[in-house]
């Protein structure tokens, strides 16, 4: 079997995450109401130097959800485990962290894609302290095991988020052609709809996690017209920097904020952790070094 990379695991998960947030929480927590939301990875990596590498991996936003019938601001933090590990000390730590860091409300969740078969669950509390009148103190937190959901069930789901996961998920009794044809057929439906960001995630997310061959899957998008669909970071960069770059002024301008708009791209790319520091750096190179020539 092959073995999958744990760095590209980790970063197709955030990736999928930030790219369907409320889609996430609507399947896993859907009794819960949810408001609006923003990301605070970049603030809360740049407060806690010490933690960024074991970090990579995580997710943190401020959300608001319904809380006693009305809506409070709260600091989640999701952390991605490949692995069947006991992280709830780690957890607690980062608890404290996030509270330190925003003085709010924190709610901690572990996503677990492992392959193992759990005869028993991990835990999903920590012990941290001791008070006379109510003995020992727990922090607790939720756990999601994308392993204990039936692949064949999230695949009927409307949200493409379930779609994915279901290449994922226990895909026992389903054929593997079907699931990828499926999440193709939905995505083709919505593509009009759908950020370049999330075509490109779908994109990524099959090739990495598919057990059919090339060619097989090469069929399945001629089938359902998702062919054009862009399939490397480069030719997003390039589409996302001619979108952003400048649309008027001479044909010199024109040239110089296509290269700003995908160096701002590449940024933000690096940014969300999709593209890391080196492949940021070796990517901007060459578009700074035309940027130069250009304003000569």
Known sequence: MT???????????????????REFFDHYFPDVKMGTYHFIDKEFLSKYEALKESLKGDLFLLMEVEIDNHFQEVAIQIEHQSEKEDVSERLFEYLCYVWLLKKKL??????????????KPVPDQFCYGFSVTHQKQYFHFDVIKVKAEKSGELIQKHSLLCKLLALKANDEG?????????????????????TADQLLLIEQWVNFYKKVPEPVLKKIKQEVNMELVETTISEHIYNRGKAEGKTEGKAEGKAEGLLEGQLAVLENLHRQRILSKAQRNAMMAPLQQQLKQLRK
């Not at 073995?3 to 980790?10: A, E």
């Not at 197709?12 to 369907?20: A, E, M, P, R, V």
């Not at 924190?106 to 677990?112: D, F, Q, R």
């Open 106 to 119: 924190v709610w901690s969740i572990v996503i677990y894609t492992d392959e193992a078969v759990w005869r």
């Open 3 to 21: 073995r999958i990379n744990p760095k590209s695991h980790d970063s197709l998960f955030k990736w999928l995450i930030t790219s369907f947030t």
């Open 174 to 194: 389903t054929d593997p052609e079907q699931l990828i044809y499926e999440i193709y057929q939905a995505a083709a439906a919505l593509k009009e709809q759908l």
